[in-house]
């Protein structure tokens, strides 16, 4: 008895890892740098918090600033009255950044498809670099300090660094298949963590000369990498002559083993009406529009659970050094150098659940398990006693539960969604399809900010954790209409196997 083709791919995705070339290596380094050095220059800025709200405050109130600056100097400079005032305002820029990058991602989704990704992300890497130079470095060589400038060039640099991820994603779904797409897109997408700890380095080793050396150092880098990107990076296989993963191609199980995940495996594949652009090889397909890529079955859906996902996410993020020095009165270099384990859980998560969802071939009832685990593992953190190491397992497991499946949906869900059956043959979903998951989630995570502080001041930490179980449960159920499907699809595939037999 012949099986389906969904049923005959696993061969195939083995025999796909022969046809890597030099060129996805490179494609894979180049992508996971780029977005790397632009989540260093974020961390950064997290980093140096505690020196730019010294430079802020009279010296009367900051006990950090040199005795012998001339006051009249200083209290021409200060931007507020204490220290209090300051951090406010910081965390203020971290809301506008995240509201303006979500903005930006709708669009730049939208405009990487329309124009070469490579320019798209060269642009948005070197302007990015300009402007946290002029934030952080140029402002205070001038000893310009104004608090409509800062916010401004803030709006502008969450523009900006949203160009990165819809076309990092887009260009590693047009060299990565759906074979191994779940084990790739993992491994890749621990790029973000490996920018926490790469920022983290670099403002380290310059901090003692002062915060703006940070930004210098960190913009430096962030500007070279756009211009490496600029000259070396290729975003499709056909720039060098190698057939794309939509093309047609004389072997069936090799084009079914470029099928992505999120495609119907019960439909007939000679259906042309299912198309929305058009499969003649002689012209290039037109970009989809916004609202056509909301219509792709599973964008909406997997956008709303990532934006509650996101938002637990980024809460970790940006408030776990904070929480532990303020649980557990442990010093803050030593809280910073704790939080490193929830980047390694989460790393080792989206890797090992990306590998698991490629053997069953399903992204959902893998990602269902994660999150239910994630509960639990939330509720023993909120728990977890005044000890480092056992601290430090309790976050790594956290991570794994939740970074994993964070990292799974921003990365290869996202190329499933936009490389379906729906707009197969063509690329121009990609970055539409990414820049939307993302853009939904990262509203989620500045509303979070806001709430998780809220949350604190008011109730406490306890009520913070269950709020995150409240919002990963929620991404549960946002799912489940896909989880039901693949499982049914699942229970479908074994009875023909069993029958086959």
């Not at 401004?152 to 060299?175: E, F, H, I, K, R």
């Not at 910073?336 to 053997?359: E, K, N, P, R």
């Not at 964070?406 to 990414?434: H, P, W």
């Amino acid at each position: 008895m012949a099986l389906p083709g969904s049923l005959q791919r696993q061969p195939a995705n083995r025999g796909l890892v022969s046809h890597f070339t030099h060129h996805h290596i490179v494609v894979f380094l180049l992508t996971f740098f780029s977005y790397s050095l632009l989540h260093a220059s974020r961390k950064t800025f997290s980093n140096v918090k505690v020196s730019i709200s010294s430079q802020w405050t009279p010296s009367c109130l900051n006990s950090t600033a040199p005795e012998l600056r001339p006051y009249e100097l200083w209290n021409s400079s200060h931007l507020f009255p204490n220290a209090e005032e300051a951090t406010l305002f910081l965390g203020t820029l971290d809301t506008i950044f995240l509201f303006s990058y979500a903005v930006g991602l709708f669009v730049s989704g939208i405009v990487g498809d329309r124009l070469n990704l490579r320019w798209v992300l060269s642009f948005g890497m070197c302007s990015s670099a300009l402007v946290v130079f002029f934030f952080g470095t140029l402002t205070e060589w001038l000893h310009f300090y104004n608090k409509w400038f800062y916010c401004c060039l803030w709006v502008v640099n969450g523009l900006l660094q949203s160009t990165g991820w819809p076309c990092v994603v887009a260009v590693m779904g047009n060299w990565f298949g759906k074979a191994g797409r779940g084990f790739v897109f993992g491994l890749w997408s621990a790029c973000a963590s490996v920018g926490n700890i790469l920022g983290a380095f670099l403002a380290s080793c310059v901090l003692k000369y002062g915060y703006e050396y940070a930004f210098l150092v960190t913009a430096s880098v962030q500007f070279a990498g756009g211009v490496v990107v600029f000259f070396g990076l290729l975003t499709s296989p056909k720039e060098v002559g190698l057939p794309e993963l939509g093309a047609d191609d004389d072997s069936s199980v090799e084009e079914d083993a470029n099928r992505p995940l999120m495609g119907s495996d019960d439909a007939e594949d000679d259906d042309q009406n299912y198309s929305v652009q058009t499969t003649d090889a002689d012209n290039q397909p037109k970009a989809i529009g916004f609202f056509q890529a909301c219509c792709l079955p599973g964008v909406v859906l997997y956008s709303l659970a990532y934006a509650c996902l996101k938002l637990v996410n980024y809460s970790f993020f940006f408030w776990l050094p904070f929480y532990l020095s303020n649980n557990f009165g442990w010093k803050e270099a030593e809280a910073d150098q704790l939080s490193i384990w929830y980047d390694v859980g989460g790393i080792i998560g989206g890797t090992i659940q990306g590998l698991i969802s490629d053997v069953l071939q399903k992204r959902a009832p893998v990602l269902a398990i994660s999150l239910l685990f994630a509960v639990g593992s939330l509720f023993g953190y909120s728990r977890s006693p005044n000890s480092k190491p056992i601290n430090a397992v309790i976050m790594a497991i956290t991570g794994f539960f939740i970074g994993g499946p964070s990292n799974m949906i921003s990365s290869a869900i996202s190329a499933d969604l936009g490389r379906q059956d729906l707009v197969r043959g063509s690329s121009e979903a990609l970055a539409t399809v990414t820049g939307i998951v993302d853009g939904t989630g990262s509203i989620g995570a500045a509303v979070g900010q806001y709430l998780v502080s809220l949350i604190q001041e008011n109730l406490g930490w306890m009520w913070v954790f269950y709020f995150f179980i409240l919002m990963t449960s929620s991404t549960v159920l946002f799912i489940s209409p896909l989880i039901a499907r693949e499982i049914r699809l699942l229970l479908h595939e074994r009875r023909l196997r069993t029958l086959a037999e």
